[in-house]
């Protein structure tokens, strides 16, 4: 993972700190790189500053692993899923409000829990009412719920750890679904 560039976002710690606390330990991780024999990421601009650093680098991406008896779709319902944490970088907001006006289209989450204060903001949306929200089910009722909807939505907020504007192939989300 991307350590510097994911503390840059996190919302817990004060924002006129992060920045100073990256930077640390940027520092930190550069001394202890520069020590080992190797290390290992995930993405190719990873790699790259990895390599800055280290002896060696080599990415092993990190997705999913394909089983022949994965369940073949049948979208015998028209919703759209999203599966993970509930919070702001996943822009669920933005899918309430899409989903608001459409006929018959509704979302279904499937997750632990819901970051509060983001979880309050999307309960007062109009669009909330056509959001199913059981909480944490089973994983193989996830592949089952994937495997009914039209699609998975996986809508990304632009960050640091995400690879900025450029995006990442790291978000195993777009695989599995």
């Known amino acids: 993972e991307d350590v510097p560039a994911d503390i840059l976002c996190k919302y817990w710690i004060p924002a ?48 999913p692993v394909w089983q ?4 073949t779709p049948t979208f015998e319902n028209k919703s759209v899923a999203f599966t993970g944490l509930v919070s702001e970088i996943w822009c669920i907001d933005t899918l309430v409000k899409a989903v608001e006006p459409l006929d018959e289209v509704t979302v279904e989450l499937r ?17 909330w009412k056509k959001v199913n929200f059981p909480g944490r089910v089973p994983h193989a009722e996830v592949i089952k719920l994937l495997s009914e909807c039209l699609c998975g939505i996986a809508l990304l907020q632009e960050m640091p750890n ?13 695989f599995e679904y």
């Open 16 to 63: 006129w700190l992060r920045k100073f606390i990256s930077r640390v330990y940027t520092w930190y991780e550069n001394y202890c790189f520069a020590r080992i024999d190797g290390t290992v990421g995930v993405t190719p601009s990873l790699c790259t500053r990895l390599t800055q650093n280290s002896r060696k680098s080599t990415m092993v991406t990190n997705y």
């Open 68 to 71: 022949e008896d994965t369940i």
């Open 111 to 127: 997750s632990r829990n819901v970051e509060e204060p983001f979880g309050s903001v999307l309960r007062d949306l109009p669009g």
């Open 162 to 174: 995400s690879g900025g504007k450029l995006g990442t192939l790291g978000n195993t989300k777009i």
